[in-house]
């Protein structure tokens, strides 16, 4: 019989807010709301000072200022967030492979096969804990369980900055007293439908014949529900699977109209691909332009070059050329630009081999890439935005709402 597993749920608190604060100490112990900050924006995340105020994600921001109107509202910096996100599962996955990232601030860990080398789940915990503390000054709350659904509950009992364990063999016993409404899978209809049955907790659930609870919520439905409120959650942790495309996407606080507008949006939109595959050692072939008119209509237009880029200006040149197939006297409310079909190892590996003779490439390409790497490293040093190209300066400013606000849907040409 296999030993039990050891399954620990990571979550950073109040992730966006809490960057904020870590990047201007000013911040720090005040209500700070991130997100959409003009009149179509909503709330992305709220620090714990905000939420006392009733502030949370998902929110109008319109609202949040009215409930918080001391507090300090920031539009998101998600190049930022990524890059933070990325050294915190980097410190994770010192302790296992198996990380399932479920957002950015947000994992599963299974270190069942780690114990023998780091110790318990809760000395695991407790490791990463001070490693994202130390190393990104950030707060990460940790639950550990046998199973992925107490691991989360467990989480959220302990936040902020927690560790709380469900002891093994104890994963029915924890979830008994909690309310039904912690269960996953139990949302406001259901909720209620149980109530009248007499259920107000997940031990109710589980002592309920399953018979009953059929009969008020169909077989199937009843039988997964009793079946996590006694503990029994077999799923298992599912490591982050390989990028399908990289991109970046804005939505703008007024509708854009002309080229030359969205011409500078691009090409912002291009220089964080570039990084962000530059920094995941990946090419693509396939340039896509998505564009969001203020109907709401969405098309999207893609160019495959001869050559797989990570170049910011080779992206720019190929989204801006789609610019030609789309409407642009629409007022246009979001752009995107992304990168897809990357290049494998032996393409790569080919491109290498071969003079530039027998695979020509573009005669700048050379200076193009050191610019880049100083680029690069001066935002590694500085932060994003600490070098920015003199064509992005141009013209005037305006407030966006990048990617991200909401989920993507199956990460094809988001921003992350």
């Known amino acids: 019989m296999p030993p039990p597993r050891t399954i620990v749920h990571l979550d950073l608190d109040a992730f966006f807010a809490s960057v904020e604060q870590l990047d201007d100490p000013s911040l720090r112990g005040r ?40 507090g300090v509202f920031l539009a998101p910096r998600f190049d930022r967030y990524a890059a933070l996100s990325e050294q915190v599962f980097g410190i994770y996955r010192r302790y296992t492979p198996l990380v399932e990232p479920l957002s950015l601030d947000e994992a599963f860990l299974d270190v069942t096969a780690s114990r023998a080398l780091h110790g318990t789940g809760a000395d695991i915990a407790r490791a990463i804990k001070a490693a994202v503390r130390a190393e990104c000054g950030l707060a990460v709350s940790a639950g550990i369980a046998e199973v992925k659904m107490a691991a989360k509950i467990a989480t959220d009992l302990g936040k902020p900055d927690g560790l709380v364990e469900v002891p093994p063999g104890g994963v029915a016993a924890f979830l008994a007293p909690l309310p039904v409404g912690r269960l996953w899978g139990v949302g406001e209809v259901t909720e209620a439908a149980l109530r009248k049955l007499g259920v107000a907790t997940i031990g109710d659930l589980a002592r309920l014949p399953e018979a009953a609870l059929a009969a008020a919520l169909g077989a199937s439905h009843a039988r997964g529900l009793r079946a996590l409120a006694l503990g029994d959650d077999p799923r298992e942790v599912i490591p982050d699977e390989a990028a ?12 854009l109209v002309g080229r030359a507008a969205l011409e500078r949006q691009l090409l912002s939109q291009a220089g964080r691909v570039g990084r962000r595959l530059r920094a995941a050692g990946l090419e693509g072939h396939v340039v896509t332009l998505k564009v969001k008119y203020a109907d709401f209509e969405l098309v999207t237009r893609r160019v495959t070059l001869p050559h797989p ?15 030609e197939r789309v409407e642009l006297a629409r007022p246009i409310r979001l752009t995107g630009v992304s990168v897809s079909g990357f290049a494998g190892p032996e393409e790569r590996e080919q491109l290498g081999l071969f003079p530039p003779s027998v695979v020509p490439r573009p005669p700048e390409e050379d200076r193009r890439r050191r610019l880049n790497a100083a680029l690069d490293a001066l935002a590694d040093r500085f932060g994003e935005g600490a070098v920015t190209r003199a064509d992005l300066v141009e013209g005037p400013s305006r407030t966006v709402r990048r990617g991200g606000d909401a989920p993507p849907s199956d990460g094809e040409d988001e921003d992350g």
């Open 244 to 255: 399908r495309s990289v991109g970046a996407e804005d939505t703008f606080g007024e509708d």
């Open 309 to 323: 880029t990570d170049d910011d200006r080779a992206i720019y040149e190929a989204a801006r050329a789609q610019l």
């Open 31 to 70: 209500p700070v709301v991130v997100g959409g900050i003009g009149r179509r924006g909503v709330v992305s995340t709220a620090s714990y000072e905000a939420r006392r105020f009733g502030v949370h994600s998902a929110m109008p921001t319109a609202r949040a200022r009215r409930l918080c109107p001391a």
